[in-house]
């Protein structure tokens, strides 16, 4: 269902393929090293990890025989066999000479992680690197960046340890930020949340390959079913909400935007040296096209999640099923805040919900079951709600701090939830105890939410970007 | 500093003191029982486990010699001591006779957890339960509540265990819900953040002891610095704004409003049998009187933290000093849209930061450290900007993905929030290794939170209610 998208002709670059880059069957660390604490030894250590199965070809000007076992080159000239991607991992100054030696070898893209470039007011070292590119045809991501991360392909250029950052299971999320912090701090984030990743892309200063290269290959790559972007400015912010546009007709596209205000924009120009834009215009345009809008990073997590997980719906009828009665009530504010409504139950599921419930439960929405249901009552509610014609999307409440809520719940919902009947959000929050039971959730597909305010936020981005779609496409 | 406040004459019971509920030399727990599963099972483990140092009376009619090791009663008449609180944790039906056995015994309170009263349409046994309560003077909270938990007395009836609800530590929050589902839930996420509770009031039907006479009680408390409410309806709600209003002159009041909406208020009332009012009439007269309205569970959360913590301060003058550049600018977008705004730190500083920091660093704020920043260089900044007299208060992002972030910074972080110079907000986020940071950090009182906007949020209403504190005294 991926609509190709037309190749805008104002690309400041006149190379299109990032292939390479993204699915290397060889790549060459450049910087490599086994000194503990070196930019280039984390990467070789990430890359090995990550269980890498093409070539890997580590590179030192001061390299011996062997770096973590792997035969070593001087310069990236001596590898004599193709090199799909190269990593650069070495002090600014360096990088013109290196990059020039990767066109002559003839590597098919790279990533600059060095910093040091337009961002510290050097730019002419950055137009330096950029002609380069040019002159052999050969895209680069960065500098001032992270790179990319991608647990399919089993890439992995970012120079922080897995210690420090977890690495995500594979999913269909993909995440793209031009900042290193924003970007490493939400990937580690994706992993707490425990949903999956396609793409991790941090493009930085964005010198040839910027986000709109990127778009155009995450809106062909099957492997990635929700594109989320954190964008400071675009230089190309015409095409990318072009390109956009057209992606949006088959893929949500979450967007978070930092530099809305006068002084956050500056803030935002002195340190990856791109132009932020008027808020406002983003801000209209992005919903006038179908994007939807994370105000905060927690909505960004919010809205990933839900789109990652649940069938689209075009109807805001939501029925709420708790197992505490103030939820209910936070519940029920946050669906009308938030645009959506109850469902009037059909007089049979009226029927059903009376038959199999016990007297002491109001069947009214919100659907208190009471402290005491467990898993069969539950059970019960959502398998009657499901098949509700008036009922478009369920929310659930789940509070295991209450008696009758234990793993047995845990399974219920998962088998639901994989019957992808309806959509459904869980809230459920606590410590340890709960804490262990929404990780549960989360890794069997679930999205699981803090409150019913962050739960009725995702619902009604989910349920606004498929009206969207249903009239776009 | 606590202003006593006039007891209102509006009152609906003729006795004052709750003292003998809130700090009991001696509990009676009706319904204590060694089964497993049993609600007088769990309350009697509780306060075994909570180590409450008075006396404890199981009483059970079924009763033999002793239950968990305790001489056990029949009935509280057999007692024959005096008794500060009782307990009940029996049937709806059979409270009322219990509850008379009480007055004949001279109970000084009571808590009654039992739920199966007004709430489920038994206003007849409810209006029973009130009349024996006035008969003996005799206050009770409840019923159909999780009643106190406080870990300074070392009291707890909550029927929920320890492993499904974890205990917060001793702190200056008191938190006051009408609903247990919130309550519970809130309470273990007290736990989870780290910060420490004076005392947790769940007060139910609201029969007798309800949210004024609770207000009352928090204003006077000494151990209770900051006090958090979650509010459906309040039956004497002109006489709670009466209340509060002293209150504020003295201890800050965060108050999050369920049913706010008309189906919202709607369902506030079928479950806890009281009139939900109109929400823009209690959101006015809550800011009008210095009281700080929470909008969603999250920011119950954050305001608690940051009261609880630090400072008051009516600038709003915020110097951010960052690792990562992207939450710089989140920062900076997220101060502007709160009301707040950077300082322009003195000559003196400046000059004192530009000797200190490595001339990468550009001091303007945002004040990118930059991601190897460590604990020295973001201690020289915590340092320079809180003696800079422009400066109000400090919001520090610390990314603990970084390679210069860890243990050290913790400590260097603690160490100056110790000293309590300017309000500090800490902004950390990511998994496993960010989490064990910020929980020591939350553990040694510092208010830690997940992104930009939810600290710039906290920063807001600590300098919102700091400037109606100034004005009011």
Chains 1, 2 share one sequence.
Do not use: W
């Not at 993909?174 to 924003?182: A, D, N, R, T």
């Amino acid at each position: 269902m991926v609509h190709m998208v037309k190749r805008s002709t104002a690309n400041n670059h006149d190379f299109a393929d990032l292939t390479h880059i993204f699915n290397p069957r060889s790549v060459a660390i450049i910087g490599a090293s086994e000194k503990p604490g070196k930019v280039g030894q984390v990467i070789m250590q990430n890359y090995m990890d990550a269980g890498f199965q093409g070539a890997l070809y580590p590179v030192n000007i001061n390299a011996g025989e062997k770096i973590s076992g792997y035969k070593a080159y001087k310069s990236v000239l001596d590898i004599r066999k193709e090199i799909d991607l190269v990593v650069i991992a070495i002090p600014a100054a360096g990088v013109p000479n290196v990059l020039e030696e990767c066109g002559k070898a003839k590597a098919n893209g790279a990533v600059i992680v060095s910093g040091g470039f337009a961002e510290v007011g050097a730019a002419d070292l950055e137009e330096k690197i950029k002609q380069i590119s040019k002159k052999y045809k050969m895209p680069f991501i960065g500098p001032n960046c992270l790179g990319v991360m991608d647990p399919r392909a089993r890439i992995d250029t970012l120079f922080l340890p897995t210690y420090k950052i977890e690495r995500p299971k594979i999913g269909g999320v993909s995440f793209v930020s031009q900042s290193g912090s924003v970007g490493s701090s939400t990937l580690d984030l994706i992993s707490a949340e425990g949903f999956g990743l396609s793409r991790f892309i941090s493009y930085g200063n964005a010198t040839v390959v910027d986000e709109v290269d990127i778009l155009h290959f995450l809106a062909k790559d099957k492997n990635t079913k929700v594109i989320v972007y954190y964008l400071e400015g675009a230089k190309r912010g015409r095409e990318f909400i072009e390109v956009a546009k057209e992606v949006t007709k088959s893929k949500p596209v979450v967007i978070i935007k930092g530099g809305i205000t006068e002084t956050g924009a500056t803030a935002a120009h002195s340190h990856t040296a791109s132009l932020a834009g008027s808020y406002e215009s983003y801000s209209a345009v992005f919903r006038q096209f179908g994007m939807t809008e994370a105000h905060e990073l927690e909505e960004l997590i919010y809205f990933a999640k839900i789109f990652d997980t649940q069938p689209l719906v075009t109807g805001n009828r939501v029925a709420v099923i708790t197992n505490g009665g103030g939820h209910g009530v936070l519940a029920t504010d946050a669906i009308y805040q938030n645009g959506l409504t109850f469902p009037q139950l059909t007089k049979e599921s009226q029927k059903e919900l009376r038959r199999r419930m016990p007297p002491i439960v109001n069947i009214a929405l919100p659907m208190d079951v009471g402290g005491e249901a467990d898993y069969k009552r539950f059970g019960d509610a959502l398998e009657v709600l499901s098949t509700d014609q008036n009922v478009d999307a369920i929310m659930m409440i789940a509070l295991f701090q209450t008696p009758g809520a234990d793993e047995k719940l845990v399974d219920a919902v998962v088998n639901f939830n994989n019957g992808k009947k309806k959509p459904l959000v869980v809230v459920s929050t606590g410590s340890s105890y709960t804490q262990s039971h929404t990780k549960l959730m989360e890794s069997a597909g679930v999205p699981v939410y803090e409150s019913p305010s962050a739960a009725a936020k995702a619902l009604a981005a989910l349920i606004s970007y498929s009206r969207y779609r249903e009239k776009a496409v």
